[in-house]
């Protein structure tokens, strides 16, 4: 028996397929755009301090490439 949550993702798939690849990206830009606005609210902050705030927790725990510092490794 298929679950409600079941039924949505495979109505959110087959609408996926749908769009186009360029489509596509803009859904992603404006999903992503619409996450940085809910991050700033619930945190009460301005969307560039959300934005720097996101970006420094997307690097915590990165090491830095020794390939791309251009050391030769």
Not at 8 to 13: G, Y
Not at 20 to 33: F, H, M, P, T
Not at 46 to 65: I, M
């Amino acid at each position: 028996m298929r679950s409600v949550a079941d039924s949505l993702a495979r109505d959110t798939q087959d609408a996926m397929l749908k769009l186009s690849a360029a489509e596509r990206v803009i859904l992603a830009l404006r999903l992503g755009e619409q996450a940085i606005d809910t991050f700033a609210a619930a945190n009460h902050v301005g969307r560039d301090e959300a934005r720097r705030v996101l970006r420094r927790s997307n690097q915590f725990g990165r090491r830095r490439s020794v390939a791309a510092s251009g050391d030769g490794g």
